[in-house]
């Protein structure tokens, strides 16, 4: 997963969070916003400002702001590390939770673990 965009869920939490502005929040956001690419940051303000949501998880397959089921080639894309993705329904920057992303590395390797054991029996008959 992009690092990028766990940089903007955090920036969206910051900005989000309920309380008084402190010297430390401020600071943080000034941080956050000094670490990511300007041209993912652009297009999150305008999202957030929009949306009211720039940043979702993705839960088993369905986004986390709009609960919309995505479709495979979303899921594939966020399986490669550096990917930025868009939800094609709300728009807003998916990343895929930790957990998630190693069941799947897991399911990926033993798929194809599977597949050579399978090209292995037919090289041997
Ligand atoms: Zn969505």
Not at 1 to 6: G, L, S, V
């Amino acid at each position: 997963m992009n690092p990028d965009i766990e940089r903007l869920l955090e920036l969206q939490i910051v900005i989000q969070a309920s309380g008084p502005q402190t010297p430390a929040r401020t600071n943080r956001e000034k941080e956050l916003r000094e670490a990511v690419q300007p041209s993912l940051l652009s297009y999150f303000d305008r999202q957030l400002k929009g949306r009211g949501r720039a940043v979702a998880k993705v839960e088993h397959g369905v986004c986390g702001a709009c609960h919309m089921r995505l479709p495979l080639s979303v899921n594939a894309a966020l399986a490669r590390e550096d990917n930025v993705v868009l939800c094609e329904t709300c728009g807003c920057y998916l990343l895929i939770s930790t957990q998630e992303d190693e069941e799947r590395r897991q399911a990926f390797q033993s798929r194809r673990l599977e597949r050579i054991r399978r090209s292995a029996r037919v090289i041997r008959a």
